[in-house]
């Protein structure tokens, strides 16, 4: 059992460059999310969806984008990326209230 | 506007001591809490819970005690062993108002001396 599998790992970035990180989950959650990680700082939610074709923005959506066409699979999209997007990006599901955590994506945008 | 604080951003306790890892909120309507610990490029697992209805929620060496009236929460580790050593991250929600997003504190650091 998978549980939320996140790709890539780590990627190095350019400035103004757009990539997607891939999440998906094996659980049949509903609820998936996704949150980014800065040095000091707890988890801000950047974008969540409660079911297939239902997306809704979080503290910290601006930059970008997600879509959740199927249960098991919650993109994100970078689109220009910016040095501020420098971060540890988690997704995570939902089962009632405890979420569950894929391993992160390590991103660097130089 | 941060509802959820941890405001000891490390801590570190001798092998064997009770931990204690202190959260602080501010939003009214949260009316559950949990406690996740994260390991350095892993992510975060769920460690504890506790709903509103109840002040205290034991599990194994971990103790989550809940006082409403003054908007705090705090988790116990007792007695504390090494592998306990990890970033521990408070998160509460608003489940009976129909907003299950979780909100995170920054996170306390706990390192367990041997």
């Known amino acids: 059992n998978a549980g939320v599998t996140q790709t890539p790992k780590f990627h190095i970035l350019k400035i103004g460059q757009s990539m997607t990180l891939q999440c998906t989950q094996d659980?049949?959650?509903?609820?998936m999310y996704w949150y980014r990680q800065d040095p000091g700082m707890g988890l801000k939610l950047i974008y969540y969806?409660?079911?297939?074709?239902?997306?809704d923005k979080g503290e910290v959506p601006n930059g970008y984008n997600v879509s959740r066409s199927t249960t098991e699979d919650f993109p994100l999209r970078l689109e220009l990326a910016a040095p501020s997007q420098t971060s540890v990006y988690f997704c995570?599901?939902?089962?009632?209230?405890?979420?569950?955590f894929g391993q992160g994506t390590r991103l660097t945008v130089v | 506007d941060q509802q959820v604080k941890q405001n000891s951003p490390s801590l570190s306790v001798q092998e064997g001591r009770i931990s204690i890892l202190n959260c602080d909120y501010t939003?009214?309507?949260?009316?559950?809490f949990l406690w996740y610990k994260k390991y350095p490029a892993e992510g975060p697992t769920f460690l504890i819970s506790i709903s509103s209805i109840k002040d205290k929620n034991e599990d194994g060496r971990f103790t989550v005690f809940l006082n409403k009236s003054a908007k705090h929460l705090s988790l116990h580790i007792v007695p504390s062993q090494p592998g306990d050593s990890a970033v521990y991250f408070c998160a509460a929600s608003a489940r009976f108002f129909g907003n299950e997003k979780l909100t995170f504190g920054t996170g306390t650091r706990l390192t367990i001396i041997p």
């Open positions: 969806s409660v079911g297939a074709g239902i997306t």
């Open positions: 659980m049949n959650h509903n609820y």
């Open positions: 939003n009214s309507m949260f009316d559950y």
């Open positions: 995570a599901t939902h089962k009632t209230t405890e979420a569950f």
